[in-house]
């Protein structure tokens, strides 16, 4: 199966040419992202009519491209996927639209991926990971822990009752005066700083669900910035190390938890699996492997550009639906909110 994928559901414009062989190997003919990163960064963060109005302009030209690198004409696509939420719904109206009429004039089915399922089958792409597997996702508007039993068979066991983990790493870097956008800059300068010059909170600690929460040590970020002001740059560097260290000792304990639920409820997952933009951190590496071992499975993490939105993990999740006859209408609906687990509303209001 060729698939081209179509990714416009926040601040990258992406295309991608995939094929799923019958074997259920995966293969990248293409990959174009265009990160309008210098479009929002006078805004210190994304504005969504811009990144609507820049998704209308670049993306016919990057499907083009994505088509031309890929050495292939659109008669002899299997199906055109594109991400129809959830995200900024300017955006996701483009790219499902742009799907649409390409498979419309080119006879060929159309498949609205939900962007996190993207996300989360993405590993199959890149390695051979079987089903169950427990799936950290954790991206600029996301932060779960979820089960993920088979293609549209999730179950999601725990969620952010406040921030995501990256949109927190955002929050950070803004109040520190790093450039948008923040997760890299963190890290960065977390690298050169002294995590135990500060001793932050570390959140949800030893609950037995498997929830997280980033506001608490977000705010403790912010009150010792304050005091410290004006901010020297070691000043910075500290506060990075220091919040990263707390985030990833809270999100060690919370996937421990996730993980004995995830065996209680399916028995032992194959693999533990990170994605998201959080994934192309490198310092997460370590308590990862720590927390896959300690659960005695195996931890896989694609590499960064695959973890971050792109767009062969649209047409990815788009073959791998196609493979399974899962295909969609002309009718299908650009979503600005889409939970991967249908069941899932818990905890209280919070949807995400
Ligand atoms: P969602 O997938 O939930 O719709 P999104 O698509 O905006 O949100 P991604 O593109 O998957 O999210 O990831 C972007 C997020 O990842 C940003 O919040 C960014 O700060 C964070 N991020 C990227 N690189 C790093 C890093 N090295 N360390 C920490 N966070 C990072
Ligand atoms: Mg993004
Ligand atoms: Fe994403």
């Known amino acids: 199966l060729l698939v081209l994928g179509i990714e416009t559901t926040c601040d990258e414009t992406a295309a991608a040419v995939v094929e799923r062989r019958a074997d259920g190997s995966g293969r990248i003919l293409s990959n174009i992202v265009r990160s309008q990163i210098d479009e929002h960064a006078p805004f210190g963060g994304v ?68 962007h996190l399922e993207a996300h989360a089958l993405t590993p199959r792409l890149t390695d051979a990971t079987e089903f169950p597997y427990c799936l950290f996702l954790a991206s600029g508007g996301h932060t779960q822990i979820v089960a993920v039993l088979g293609v549209g068979d ?54 037995p669900d498997a929830n997280f929460s980033l506001s608490g040590l977000k705010t403790a970020v912010r009150n010792e910035a304050s005091r410290l002001t004006p ?66 499975t195996t931890l896989m993490v694609p590499p960064p550009a695959l973890c971050t939105d792109n767009g062969a993990m649209i047409a990815w999740a788009g073959a791998e639906r196609l493979a399974l006859g899962l295909t969609d209408t002309m009718d299908a609906a650009p979503r600005a909110r889409w939970l991967l687990d249908a069941n899932a509303t818990a905890p209280g209001k919070f949807a995400n």
Do not use: W
């Open 231 to 296: 901010l020297e740059p070691q000043d910075i560097n500290d506060l990075c190390a220091g919040f990263q260290a707390a985030v990833l000792d809270s999100m060690a304990d919370r996937l421990g938890a996730g993980l004995r639920l995830f065996r209680e409820r399916f028995g032992a997952p194959k693999a533990l699996v990170a994605a998201g933009g959080v994934a192309a951190n490198q310092a997460i590496r370590r308590p990862l492997r720590e927390v896959a071992a300690k659960a005695q």
């Open 47 to 114: 504005v969504p009519e811009i990144a609507a109005r820049a998704h209308v302009d670049l993306l016919d030209g990057i499907v083009a491209n994505a088509m031309r690198e890929a050495g292939t004409g659109f008669a002899q696509l299997s199906g055109v996927a594109a991400a129809a939420g959830p995200g900024l719904i300017g955006g996701v109206i483009v790219g499902l639209t742009t799907a649409k009429a390409i498979a419309l004039v080119h006879n060929t089915p159309l498949i609205a991926v939900n």
């Open 154 to 207: 999730y179950v999601r066991l725990g969620t952010t009752v406040d921030d995501a983990i990256g949109e927190a790493f955002d929050k950070i870097a803004k109040m520190l005066g790093l450039p948008y956008p923040g997760g890299p800059q963190v890290e960065r300068a977390a690298a050169s700083g002294d995590a135990a010059r500060f001793a932050f909170p570390r959140p949800m600690l030893g609950r």
